[in-house]
Antibody
Framework: VRLQQWGAGLLKPSETLSLTCGVYGGSLSGFHWSWIRQPPGKGLEWIGEVNALGGGGIGGPNYNPSLKSRVTISVDTSKNQFSLRLSSVTAADTAVYYC????????????WGQGTMVTVSS | QSVLTQPPSASGTPGQRVTISCSGSSSNIGSNTVNWYQQFPGTAPKLLIYINSQRPSGVPDRFSGSKSGTSASLAISGLQSEDEADYYCAAWDDSQNVWVFGGGTKLTVL
């Protein structure tokens, strides 16, 4: 299974960040799908997740309370991909954004996307 | 400031054994499993240890994890130059309903 992510890398303050993560070689079902970010030179911050249940159902989403008012994570099962939208960005949102698969048995993020550097600057 | 506390740096010479600590609280490490990730500059993190001490397929048995109470540790034995990387611990936090990470430990092989 491979995750490939894409989206705009340069935004102005107040714009909306939009990233998509495609899942290749596997199904969305039965896993949690998260977005995680890493500001330059700093540690990892979990943004939120959506859960793809068996039978095509969708659970969640669950968001980090620190970002909840600005975040939307959605799933498109027909395209086998999930997306992140973060509104009203500021310079503090400048980071590398990763999509990741959460395995329920391992209780861990076992597969990661390649990362997308998003810079917010006027 | 990260919820889980790790030393910012660690070092060792080739062949040595190095340990990296991760301290949390009853709402995260104390009640949930701990994972460890390895990250090389410019690349995505890679799962190294899951459920406190389990290694994914392909991870050398030089890497081991343990957990006791509200703390966890990652041990690397037979240190090699290619182990030079950043290491992060992670756990689910029941009080905030979020995944929390340590601030990361930069391992240098002298």
């Amino acid at each position: 299974v491979r995750l490939q992510q894409w989206g705009a890398g340069l935004l102005k303050p107040s714009e909306t960040l939009s990233l998509t993560c495609g899942v290749y070689g596997g199904s969305l079902s039965g896993f949690h799908w998260s977005w995680i970010r890493q500001p330059p030179g700093k540690g990892l911050e979990w943004i939120g997740e959506v859960n793809a249940l068996g039978g095509g159902g969708i659970g969640g989403p669950n968001y980090n309370p620190s970002l909840k008012s600005r975040v939307t994570i959605s799933v498109d099962t027909s395209k086998n991909q999930f997306s992140l939208r973060l509104s009203s960005v500021t310079a503090a949102d400048t980071a590398v954004y990763y999509c990741a698969r959460g395995d329920l048995i391992m209780d861990a993020f076992d597969i990661w996307g390649q990362g997308t550097m998003v810079t917010v600057s006027s | 400031q990260s919820v889980l506390t790790q030393p910012p740096s660690a070092s060792g010479t080739p062949g040595q054994r190095v340990t990296i600590s991760c301290s949390g609280s009853s709402s995260n490490i104390g009640s949930n499993t701990v994972n460890w990730y390895q990250q090389f500059p410019g690349t995505a993190p890679k799962l190294l240890i899951y459920i406190n001490s389990q290694r994914p397929s392909g991870v050398p048995d030089r890497f081991s994890g343990s957990k006791s109470g509200t703390s966890a540790s990652l041990a690397i034995s037979g240190l090699q130059s290619e182990d030079e990387a950043d290491y992060y611990c992670a756990a689910w936090d029941d009080s905030q309903n979020v995944w929390v990470f340590g601030g990361g430990t930069k391992l240098t092989v002298l």
